[in-house]
């Protein structure tokens, strides 16, 4: 069974950080692109960031460009979301999301990704 376990959520104050980390189990994603996305109360789930299996390439929402950092740890299994600067228009719920496929593209649609966290609540106070 295919999991995806976000931690790293929490409480921050404007202009802090925090950083996200997602541990997949069940399968190796160390071929896959993963992503994460987010989603703010009464708002749609939106694309944040994405990383393809080599790390070679990372594309962002350019709400976010300059201030997070996405990365993996291939061996570990595991996808990181490094977030600064944060700004009280980033708080949501943070999702991670792993494609089935093993391809070298960068995807930032929610359809293109297949396996999803239970997500991790990040609430950033002005």
């Known amino acids: 069974q295919v999991q995806l376990v976000e931690s790293g959520g929490g409480l921050v104050q404007a202009g802090g950080s925090v950083r996200l980390s997602c541990a997949a189990s069940g399968r190796t994603f160390s071929m896959s692109t993963m992503g994460w996305f987010r989603q703010a109360p009464g708002k749609e789930r939106e694309f944040v960031a994405a990383i393809t299996y080599s790390s070679g390439r990372s594309g962002y929402a350019d709400s976010v460009k300059g201030r997070f950092t996405i990365s993996r740890d291939n061996a570990k299994n595991t996808v990181y979301l490094q977030m600064n600067s944060l700004k009280p228009e980033d708080t949501a719920v943070y999702y991670c999301?792993?494609?089935?496929?093993?391809?070298?593209?960068?995807?930032?649609?929610?359809?293109?990704?297949?396996?999803w966290g239970q997500g991790t609540q990040v609430t950033v106070s002005s």
């Open positions: 999301a792993a494609r089935r496929t093993l391809d070298s593209g960068l995807y930032y649609g929610e359809r293109d990704y297949d396996y």
